[in-house]
């Protein structure tokens, strides 16, 4: 049976969730206003404490921004966030995967060969998460959680990127595929190239 924690974890994972998806899909506005008054009539039956939990995440990952006595602004992203998030990708993804080559496993290569294989939503946005999917199981060779919460965090951003620059201009049928540059990478890997695969890596993140 559910403990009261339980119950708490998922109900603030439900505000989270759903707040961050009606970010990405544009229902909220870059600069619209949030309060947790508006909230718990959105979210009915559930109390305070977990939509408060759910909008303070959702600030530690730059989504919203806190206005004492006023509520939580939907942050807009720059040209720079932009780009500095892409920076930081490069170096950490091609850096892990040039420092810590000999952690990935031939099992893992069976895991993102059957990852990228899946058939994924036809539509911009099931592209993305397919995309995103296929680089945290990337990082989750090296088993350092620190690096996997930060990538997370990354990608987290770059869905809001996605959707603030892009959403409109990619068309739906542009992505019926899974991207060919992951099945480059696994072969790479799988031929012991640690160079040509970090190039691909790069040059994925960078064509993101």
């Excluded at 924690?5 to 506005?29: I, P």
């Excluded at 992203?77 to 031939?106: C, N, P």
Aim: aromatic share 10%; proline share 4%; net charge negative.
């Amino acid at each position: 049976m559910p403990t009261e924690k339980n119950k708490k974890g998922a109900l603030k994972h439900h505000v989270y969730q759903t707040v961050l998806t009606n970010v990405v899909n544009g229902k909220y506005q870059p600069d619209q206003i949030l309060t947790e008054k508006g909230l718990m009539e959105q979210f009915e039956g559930v109390s305070r404490a977990p939509i408060r939990e759910a909008l303070i995440e959702l600030c530690n990952e730059q989504v919203l921004e806190s206005i004492p006595c006023y509520g939580y602004k939907i942050k807009a992203l720059t040209t720079k966030d932009i780009m500095d998030i892409q920076r930081f990708r490069i170096v950490m993804e091609v850096g892990f995967m040039s420092h810590y080559w000999h952690m990935i496993t031939a099992e893992d290569i069976q895991d993102l060969e059957a990852m990228i294989a899946k058939p994924e939503e036809k539509s911009a946005f099931g592209h993305w998460e397919h995309n995103s999917d296929f680089h945290m199981r990337l990082m989750q060779c090296y088993d350092d959680p620190f690096a996997l919460k930060q990538l997370k965090m990354a990608l987290s951003v770059q869905t809001r990127a996605f959707a603030q620059k892009r959403w409109e201009s990619w068309k739906e049928s542009a992505f019926s595929e899974p991207p060919y540059v992951h099945m480059q990478i696994i072969d790479a890997i799988r031929n012991d190239n640690m160079v040509l695969a970090c190039k691909l890596l790069e040059t994925d993140i960078r064509t993101i």
